[in-house]
Structure formats: structure tokens, C-alpha cells
């Protein structure tokens, strides 16, 4: 049973808006905007001049109600899509019922096709029986009326019924044959005996039967005689081999006397057991001969009478048998098509009601689809009234605003002469102001330059800095221990073999964790004081494998040092190239086995300079120079990078116990930095020097960066032959550092700077007036430890030294 839902379509739907297969998307378009013009009341004209007037004049009350518009149209576009979205619904749930309904007659179509495939087999299993029954001689009435195939094909489930009525009634009528078949066999049986054979035709006609079970008696009759001439012929060959007697009766009664060769007794009492069992055999053939002679004469003179009695007990026998199994196959079919009919009948009113369920449920989910829509587009059309009075407001609104921004324009040409001279006056008033404010900085940038320098001096001429390089997985893996405890940004402790604590103070103390920015952060205010023309010395000390190198140079990828302060000292001077003209030169030397030898030179291997003291121009300070010693401007830090590496190539390094590339030498990077004031004419001569290992000093306006060797003992660097020497002078001139820094340190009148090259060379950054800075380098491993107490006693020692007020070398530059 179907019902027809109508739908109720919103007061803004037009079908011309639902989408066709070729629409074009630009008419869509069109026609919805003609749509909603029809509906909100507006012309051409309208849409046109107020298009144009919302462009010019750009006011706020034109761009709300243009947003109210906008928002209306999308929530009607909104409420269309939901109407085809139910339409569509609808329709599917129609095609849906439709194709349910097909399947379920495809599968009613199927099922019936197999009842009356089970039929047909039925049928053919009654002309199987038939067979037999005709085969058996039995009379029976044959089935007729077949049910055609092409019929019950097309029928329908009433047909099928009524098919299986007819095959009900056929199984009645046979039933109804078998039950006078029985009868007739009992009036068979009450039949004289005397009855002759002629004179019943079916006897006639069942006699082939009794002669074949006539032939089958006579044939066991010759066999039995057979069996009885072979028994003859086994006894007669038995008396051929005894000796001959008087008669058969001696035969038989007395046993022949044994041949001379034969003594056993037991062969001949064998023999005599086998004569006798074939005798008893001869007598029981003899009989079942006479037996079977008997039984024929007794067939032959019964006449007919005992053959019709046994061919109506066969015949009596075999229709019950077909009687019990046609009652079977009835009640079974009965059966079988009762069950199918029923589970079909199940089947078809579940599906039918599932089908019915969703169809219910589809059509209120589409009702409410349906009265949301139309809730919705109720709601559209009451803003869409609301907003037709709001274009009418507006549109008178943007009527006075253009009034307005007529007048407006009609008053700008003075308005802006006016403020043209307003902006002039305040412009000259502020370029006055600004002639002030360049004069205050030019002050409080000396005020700066001369604090900056007194915190400098105030936090010490040498200041050191302690760093502990991280744990190595190697070191974790054999068990290493770390000694070291810190406890705070100043202070570290060391514990000892035996247990026994001791603390150390620095400027700064920098962990296990720390970057190469943190430690780079202390060390960037020297090198402005580079830029200021003073003299700056920083080097780093420790023993082999305590991160000197990795903490003056590093990698490329996280740069030292040297290379950050490079970098800073040419962005000051490009910073300042305005007020400044920074010439900068660099020299690269190394001191091996007490030897200084210039690693620029072309035949660096071979090239050898000595120190010598003058007496420079600026300022009358003395200083120590090298003689000969190459020199190579550079305008950017790329260049100083490509000479250090050219330095790195000459430098003399080898592997030891302690370092797979340990350093044999002190390496000492020199940046010459001459500065004149455009503006006052003044020369400042800088001389800074980079130190990497243990002290390395500058002298004079330069700045040293310094990468010494290990401080480790003999014993610990496994160095023989050459290797062995190397460390000794290696020894030594740190060992006459340590005496110097010492002497300082206790203000001793003689400090001996002569006794090794390393010291005589940083003579002016150990005890001029330089600012410099150590880096102690140490490991914080167990095994470590005793090398780790060496460098930090060092570097306290190397705290204590006082040195003398750094200057400013400064001098007038000459007009070439």
C-alpha cells in the first residue's frame, strides 16, 4: 500500500533554478540575482546607481546593510540547497522502494522456480517406481497429466498449489490401485489347488519364470552328480593301488598288507582315514542326488497350483513395498513443501516489513528536513522584508553623504594650503630639535666608551674564564666518574683521589651544558675595546683533550672564539665606516721546539724569525717585535678564514696517548687594526691577539689569538724519541709561563720573560698595559682529575696578577 506525501515548496523556490545537466553556471547566476530583485522590489536602475554609489562613497551604513544583504542571500541559498537536497531525497526514496519491490518478486520468482525443479524430481522418482512396477509384472494404472514446464514457469504461487493437488490426487488414485491389487491377490489365493495351468492365462504367462527355476534345480542336479562321479573315480583310483582281494566286501574290510618298503604304521591308518572320508562323501552326494530327483518329480507333478501361490505372495510382497514407499514420499513432499511455504512466507513478510519500517522512517526524517527548510526560509523572507526597509533608508542616507562629500570637496583646496604650511613649520622645528639631539650623542657615546672601559678595568686586567668540556661516550662506556660540582655561575668545586674537596672562584664558570654564545658573551666586549685602540690579549690553557681548540676555533657549524670575534670586529667596522678608515692586517706564526716560524711565508717549513725590541712611535712605548714576519691585509673576516686554514696546513701536529691530532706547537693568530677619525684626524693602532691553549698574551695595539699545546706530565703522553723532546720545550714554556705569571702575582721586581719564546713574545700582554683574558679548558672525568687541579691552581694564580692601567694608543695622522 503506497502514500502520496506532498510538499510544500518555499516562497523563494523557482524550478528554473535547479541544476540540468548542460546549465551553464553564469545563467544560474543571472537568473537568481533576477530572482531576488523581483522579490526585494528593485529596478535596474537602482541596482546600477546604488552599485556605484556604495563604490564611491565607501561609507560604514552602506557596507552593514550590504553585509545584511549578503548574509540573507547566502542563508537563501542555504534553504534552496536544502529543498533539493529533500526533493532528492524523496526521489531516491521512491526509486528505492521500486527496486526493493523488484527484488523481492526476483526472489518469490527464484524460490518457486526451485519448488518446481523439487517436482519435477518428485515426478520423475513416480516414473522411476512405474519402471519397477512394470518390470515386475505388476498391473497399475500410469500417471498422466505432467505439469508442463512452460506453464509453471509463468504461474504463479496459485498454480504451483494447485499442481501439487493434482499430484496429491494421482498418489490417492495409486493408493486406491494398490489397496484392489491386494484384494484380487486375495481371491488369487483362495483358488482351488486342482486349477490347471491352461486354464488361467496369467499362470500362462508367469510359467517362463517357473522354467527358469526349474533349469536352475537341474543344473545343481548335474552338479551333485558331478561331484559324485569324481568321488567314484577318487575311490576307484584308491583300490587300483592296493592288491587285489576275493571280493568287495574283503575290500572294504580288510586293509591291504603294507608294500615291504612301508613300515610306518601311521601312513597306513592316514590312508585309511582319507578311503573312509571319501566313502561318507560318496553316500552324501548319493543322497542330495536322490534329494534333488525327488524335488524335481515334486515340481513337475504340483502342477500349477504351487507356482501361482508363489507368484502372488512375490506380487503381495512387492505392492506393499511400493504402497509403504508411495505413502513416504507423500507425507514427505507434504512436508517438505509446507516447511518451504512457511519459511517463504516468513521470509516475505520480514523483508516487507523492514522495507516498510525504513520507508516510515525515510518520510519523517524528509518531513523534518522539510519543516526545518521551511522554517528557514520563512526566516530568509522576514530578513529579506527587513532588509528592503533598510536599503531604503540607506539609500537615503548615501543620498546625504553624497551632499555632503560634495561640500567637502568644494572646502579641500583651502584645507589643504593650510595644512601644507603646517606641516613645513613643524618639520623646521623638528630638524632644529635634531641638531641638538645628534650633539647629545656624540656625548653621552664618550661618556659611554669611558664607563664601558672603567668596568673593564674595574673587573680585573686578566680576567679568567673556566670551562668543562662534556663526557664522552667512550668515557661513560669505561666507567668514568664526573668530579666536578658547581655551585653557581662563579664558583666550582673538585673532588680528589682520596675524597677531599676543594673549591675555585672565577669571573665565570661555565658547565658541562654550556654553548659556545654564553662563552662568546664574555668575551665580545674586548673586542670592541680592539676597535677603541687598545691593546687585547685572550688565550686559553689546559691539558691535551680539555676542548681548547674546540673552544677557541670550533666547527663549521658552531664556531669558536676566533671566528665569532673575527666576525664582530668587521661589523664594527662596518658600522662605523662613516666616522672611521680601519686598516687591518694579520700574521700567523707558531713557536715548535722553542723556534718561532712564520706559517704565511711560501716555505713555511723553512722560515724562521726571531723577536727583537724597538722603540715604536706611538705614544714612546717599547715592545717586542719579529723581524721578517709576513703580513697580509684583509678587508672581511672570509679573508682571515682563508689564511687561517693555510695556517692549519703548515702547523705541526701528531698523534699521543692523550690526543689522536694533539698540538706540538703554540699557534698565535695576530690582528693589526690601525684607525683614523675623519673627523678629528686621530690614529688609533690596535693589536689583538687570540689564545687558544695556555696563556697567550698581545702587546702594543694588537690582539693575539693563541691555540698553545697540552700542559699534561711526560708520563701521560706515552712520547718517545722526537715526540719526546716536543713536549719537553712544550713543558718548559709553559713551565716559564707559569713562572712569570707567578713573579706577577707575588709582584716580584725580576719576572722572567727571556727564559722561553712563548713568554718573551707575550711579554707586553703579561705585563704591559693590555686587557687579557685567560680561558682554563679542563675535564671533569675522574682520571682526569690531577691534570684538572694543575690547570685550575693556574689560572687562580694567573687571577692574582695585577697589571697596570690599559691605555689608548692614539696619535695625530700625517697628511700625505
Not at 575311490?235 to 574283503?250: E, I, R
Not at 517438505?336 to 520507508?359: I, N, R, V, Y
Not at 665580545?524 to 683533550?545: E, H, R
Not at 703554540?666 to 677619525?677: A, C, E, F, P, Q
Request: charge should be neutral; charged fraction near 25%.
Amino acid at each position: 500500500m503506497s502514500r502520496n506525501i506532498a510538499f510544500s515548496r518555499p516562497a523563494t523556490y523557482n524550478p528554473s533554478l535547479v541544476k540540468k545537466g548542460s546549465t551553464v553556471d553564469d545563467d544560474e547566476d543571472a537568473a537568481r540575482r533576477q530572482q531576488l530583485k523581483e522579490e526585494l522590489g528593485l529596478t535596474e536602475d537602482d541596482d546600477d546607481d546604488g552599485g556605484e554609489s556604495c563604490r564611491r562613497s565607501g561609507g560604514g551604513a552602506s557596507d552593514e546593510w550590504r553585509q545584511r544583504c549578503d548574509d540573507a542571500m547566502a542563508k537563501l541559498k542555504i534553504a534552496l540547497a536544502n529543498e533539493e537536497k529533500a526533493q532528492s531525497s524523496l526521489s531516491k526514496l521512491q526509486l528505492l522502494s521500486k527496486s526493493q519491490t523488484a527484488i523481492l518478486k526476483s526472489t518469490f520468482d527464484k524460490k518457486l522456480k526451485s519448488k518446481e525443479t523439487i517436482v519435477l524430481d518428485l515426478l520423475q522418482v513416480i516414473s522411476d517406481h512405474e519402471s519397477k512396477l512394470q518390470k515386475s509384472g505388476i498391473p497399475f494404472d500410469a500417471f498422466e497429466g505432467p505439469i508442463k514446464e512452460d506453464v509453471t514457469a509463468t504461474a504463479g504461487p496459485d498454480a504451483t498449489v494447485d499442481a501439487f493437488a493434482t499430484l496429491k490426487a494421482q498418489v490417492d488414485s495409486l493408493t486406491d490401485e494398490n489397496v484392489s491389487l491386494r484384494s484380487k491377490l486375495t481371491s488369487a489365493t483362495a483358488f482351488p489347488a486342482t486349477t490347471s495351468a491352461t486354464g488361467n492365462p496369467k499362470l500362462e504367462k508367469d510359467s517362463p519364470q517357473l522354467l527358469t527355476k526349474i533349469t536352475t534345480l537341474e543344473n545343481e542336479k548335474q552338479s551333485l552328480l558331478q561331484l559324485l562321479k569324481d568321488a567314484q573315480l577318487k575311490l576307484s583310483a584308491q583300490k587300483a593301488a592296493k592288491p587285489t582281494s576275493s571280493g568287495d566286501a574283503a575290500v572294504v574290510a580288510t586293509p591291504p598288507p603294507a608294500p615291504p618298503s612301508v613300515v610306518n604304521t601311521d601312513e597306513f591308518k592316514d590312508l585309511e582315514r582319507k578311503l573312509a572320508k571319501a566313502e561318507g562323501d560318496l553316500k552324501k552326494a548319493s543322497q542330495k542326488s536322490e534329494a534333488a530327483e525327488k524335488e524335481l518329480a515334486t515340481l513337475k507333478s504340483s502342477d500349477t497350483s504351487s507356482t501361482d501361490k508363489i507368484k502372488l505372495a512375490e506380487a503381495e510382497a512387492q505392492l506393499t513395498a511400493t504402497t509403504a514407499k508411495m505413502t513416504d514420499m507423500k507425507m514427505e513432499l507434504e512436508a517438505s513443501f509446507q516447511a518451504k511455504h512457511d519459511k517463504l512466507k516468513q521470509a516475505a513478510e520480514a523483508d516487507l516489513a523492514k522495507l516498510k519500517d525504513q520507508a516510515k522512517k525515510s518520510i519523517l526524517d524528509l518531513r523534518k528536513k522539510l519543516e526545518t527548510t521551511s522554517r528557514s526560509s520563512a526566516d530568509v523572507n522576514a530578513r529579506l522584508a527587513k532588509a528592503k526597509s533598510d536599503i531604503t533608508k540607506h539609500k537615503a542616507e548615501l543620498k546625504a553623504l553624497r551632499g555632503d562629500v560634495g561640500a567637502l570637496m568644494m572646502t579641500l583646496g583651502a584645507a589643504t594650503k593650510d595644512m601644507a604650511g603646517k606641516i613645513e613649520g613643524r618639520v623646521r622645528a623638528q630638524a632644529d630639535a635634531l641638531a641638538g639631539v645628534v650633539e647629545n650623542y656624540k656625548r653621552e657615546m664618550k661618556e659611554r666608551k669611558r664607563l664601558f672601559n672603567m668596568v673593564q678595568e674595574l673587573q680585573g686586567n686578566i680576567r679568567v674564564l673556566c670551562r668543562f668540556r662534556p663526557i664522552s661516550k667512550s668515557e661513560t662506556a669505561n666507567g668514568s666518574k664526573v668530579v666536578t660540582k658547581f655551585t653557581g655561575h662563579e664558583e666550582v668545586s673538585l673532588v680528589g683521589d682520596k675524597g677531599k674537596s676543594k673549591a675555585y672562584e672565577f669571573e665565570h664558570v661555565f658547565d658541562m651544558a654550556s654553548t659556545q654564545d654564553q662563552v662568546f658573551a664574555q668575551v665580545k666586549p674586548l673586542i670592541t675595546s680592539v676597535m677603541d685602540g687598545f691593546n687585547v690579549c685572550i688565550f686559553a690553557y689546559g691539558q691535551t683533550g680539555s676542548g681548547k681548540t674546540f673552544t677557541m676555533s670550533g666547527s663549521a657549524d658552531n664556531p669558536g672564539i676566533n671566528p665569532r670575534a673575527l666576525t664582530e670586529l668587521f661589523a664594527l667596522k662596518d658600522s662605523r665606516a662613516k666616522e672611521y678608515s680601519d686598516d687591518i692586517n694579520v700574521s700567523i706564526m707558531e713557536i715548535y721546539n722553542e723556534v718561532i716560524r712564520d706559517l704565511l711565508a711560501d716555505n713555511a717549513a723553512s722560515t724562521y724569525v726571531r723577536i727583537q725590541r724597538s722603540q715604536l712611535c706611538y705614544e714612546s712605548t717599547n715592545g717586542n717585535f719579529v723581524q721578517g714576519l709576513t703580513m697580509v691585509p684583509v678587508k672581511e673576516a672570509a679573508d682571515v678564514f682563508g689564511l687561517i686554514s693555510k695556517g692549519n696546513q703548515n702547523r705541526s701536529t701528531h698523534a699521543t696517548d692523550m690526543n689522536e691530532h694533539s698540538s706540538r706547537s703554540h699557534s698565535i693568530l695576530s690582528i693589526y687594526v690601525k684607525s683614523v677619525n675623519l673627523a678629528t684626524n686621530t690614529v688609533a693602532n690596535g693589536k689583538v691577539h687570540f689564545c687558544t691553549g695556555i696563556l697567550n698574551c698581545l702587546t702594543l695595539s694588537q690582539l693575539h689569538l693563541v691555540d698553545l699545546a697540552g700542559s699534561e706530565r711526560l708520563s701521560k703522553t706515552g712520547a718517545e724519541g722526537l715526540r719526546l723532546k716536543e713536549a719537553q720545550n712544550i713543558n718548559q714554556s709553559l713551565s716559564t709561563l707559569g713562572n712569570v705569571i707567578q713573579a706577577r702575582a707575588n709582584k716580584q721586581k725580576h719576572v722572567p720573560y727571556r727564559d722561553s719564546s712563548l713568554t718573551y713574545l707575550l711579554q707586553d700582554s703579561l705585563g704591559g698595559d693590555s686587557k687579557t683574558l685567560m680561558v682554563a679548558c679542563s675535564s671533569p672525568v675522574d682520571y682526569n682529575a690531577e691534570e684538572s687541579f694543575c690547570t685550575l691552581n693556574f689560572a687562580s694564580r694567573a687571577r692574582c696578577v695585577e697589571m697596570g692601567k690599559a691605555t689608548k694608543h692614539v696619535a695625530k695622522a700625517t697628511k700625505e
